[in-house]
């Protein structure tokens, strides 16, 4: 029996030194692993104990883990998790498969003509992104993987009803809009974390999924998922989206993270997954 576990990165797993939360007193504050470094300085943090727990999930012979990522091929490969690497990842939203570290061509061909049947070209999205932005609070405006497009803000002056705006003129064109942080993201619907997890259960013969996730764009994540996850901060949490399979989770920061690893370590070992 296989299960496969995939699970978003940023505020799901690893979260940076402003996602934290670290809310307790300093003493009784968790160890922290810096998982990744960016231009010589420390960028991500798990708790020790997720690390080490995320070491032997990635051990245990019953389980695929799966990072999966709405980053690019070159912002994920910056991580570096404990224990043995990930033979699988799904980068750029599900519009990427690694495979040993390498992308898949035939999935890239797969996600090329579902975008071209299904959403207005990147071209046109990307144009009015950035035509409609003000440069009092745009910071940067970027395109990853010739896939989509994302816009760095000061997200405290951004008008609400701005991105209200903007997220209905992307939907009628089949994009979908996401806030996460200071970023605004614009995704090509049919590009999505699911179609890819269910490439991957399909290539190891998982016979249930596992998932884990905080934004928008992990929503049809953790719908496909036999069994899911949210933390009690990001997207979903404000809206307070949740479906049966989906726990809930009350704790926010870096130690949901801790709790979800602890998730999947006890859902792998009650599905009957061989221990590590």
């Not at 300085?41 to 019953?62: I, V």
């Not at 070159?74 to 990842?89: M, N, S």
């Not at 599900?94 to 061509?105: H, K, N, S």
Request: proline share 6%; glycine share 6%.
């Amino acid at each position: 029996m296989t299960v496969l576990v995939a699970s978003d990165l940023d505020r799901t797993l690893i979260y940076s030194t402003a996602a934290l939360g670290l809310t307790m007193p300093d003493p009784v504050a968790p160890r922290l692993l810096c998982v990744e470094v960016h231009e010589s300085k420390p960028l991500s943090y798990m708790t020790e104990t997720a690390a080490g727990l995320l070491a032997e999930l990635s051990a245990d012979p019953g389980a695929v883990f799966v990072p999966t990522t709405t980053r690019t091929r070159k912002q994920y490969q910056r991580i570096r998790f404990p224990g043995r690497p990930a033979k699988y990842a799904i980068c750029a939203n599900g519009g990427q498969l690694l495979v040993d570290g390498v992308p898949d061509r035939d999935w890239r061909r797969q996600v090329a003509a579902r975008l071209a049947a299904e959403s207005v070209p990147l071209e046109e999205m990307n144009a009015h992104l950035t035509s409609v932005a003000d440069p009092a609070w745009l910071r940067k405006a970027r395109v990853a993987e010739d896939l989509f497009a994302y816009l760095v803000v000061e997200r405290a002056l951004v008008p609400e009803e701005w991105i209200k705006a903007l997220t209905e003129w992307s939907e009628a064109r089949g994009w979908t809009i996401s806030l996460q942080g200071r970023k605004i993201y614009a995704v090509p619907r049919p590009l999505t974390k699911s179609a890819a997890m269910r490439e991957v259960a399909e290539r190891t013969g998982a016979t249930s999924t596992l998932a884990a996730g905080d934004s928008l764009l992990d929503a049809d994540l953790l719908l496909a998922a036999d069994t899911a996850w949210r933390p009690g901060h990001g997207e979903l949490a404000d809206a307070g989206w949740t479906a049966p399979h989906v726990t809930a989770l009350a704790q926010a920061g870096v130690l949901a993270g801790e709790e979800i690893v602890r998730a999947f370590t006890r859902e792998v070992a009650r599905r009957g997954a061989p221990a590590a």
